[in-house]
């Protein structure tokens, strides 16, 4: 079993619509989550940045970390063409060294 | 503000021939740096990161060596590439516990 794991889609999702992407994980001393997203042949570019549990905003994107599932997410409101890209999660315990997910595509049709 | 630096962006090179690529980070001091992998449809590998200059640790043993001859410069070498060594090369820093910021990569193709 992947120490983190999220489903690599594609997603397809039309223009407007709340997307949900997600992760899981197994090691419960994970303390730091992220969410980056990557355009295609570009480097991955930090989206949200959450400790411990909880919600956090941003504009149109919301990343929840759920402790006690193993489980994070990221929304995104009023999807747009420009948010097609593939999302990756990753994870760190005190260490700092990150663990991640294999990323999830995501289309948004016009 | 921070800047990443890798070049070149694309590179093919046959089988058997040396590597070089550049990573070079603006506006910080110190910083820690990393060289990742990213394999089609898959998560990103740590090859090497990097606390501080001629300090460097290996994650996966392979072909590959990193050196990190100035404070914010790290560099990806290879003597004798394999075919196994195509992929998508990562550059990141940070500083201390702060997220990770990348560059835009070298796509590395082996013929």
């Known amino acids: 079993q992947k120490e983190v794991e999220q489903d690599p889609g594609p997603l397809s999702v039309p223009e407007g619509a709340i997307v949900s992407l997600n992760c899981t994980y197994s090691?419960?001393?994970?303390?730091?989550f992220m969410w980056y997203r990557q355009y295609s042949r570009k480097g991955p570019e930090l989206l949200m940045y959450t400790y411990s549990s909880g919600n956090k905003e941003d504009g149109r994107f919301t990343a929840q970390v759920d402790k006690s599932s193993k489980y994070i997410s990221l929304f995104i409101r009023d999807s747009q063409p420009s948010d097609s890209a593939t999302y990756l999660c990753a994870m760190s315990d005190s260490n700092y060294q990150l663990i991640w997910g294999a990323g999830t595509k995501l289309i948004i049709k016009p | 503000s921070q800047t990443i630096h890798q070049w070149p962006a694309t590179l093919v090179q046959p089988v058997g021939s040396p590597l070089s690529l550049e990573c070079t980070v603006e506006?910080?001091?110190?910083?820690?740096l990393y060289w990742y992998r990213q394999a089609a449809g898959r998560g990103l590998q740590l090859l090497f990161y990097s606390v501080g200059i001629g300090q460097i640790s290996s994650e996966v043993p392979q072909n590959l060596s990193a050196s990190r001859p100035q404070d914010r410069q790290f560099i990806l070498s290879s003597k004798k590439l394999l075919l196994s060594d195509s992929g998508f090369y990562l550059c990141?820093?940070?500083?201390?516990?702060?997220?990770?910021?990348f560059g835009d990569g070298t796509r590395l193709s082996i013929l």
């Open positions: 090691n419960s001393a994970f303390q730091y």
């Open positions: 506006g910080t001091s110190n910083p820690n």
């Open positions: 990141a820093w940070n500083g201390g516990a702060e997220p990770q910021h």
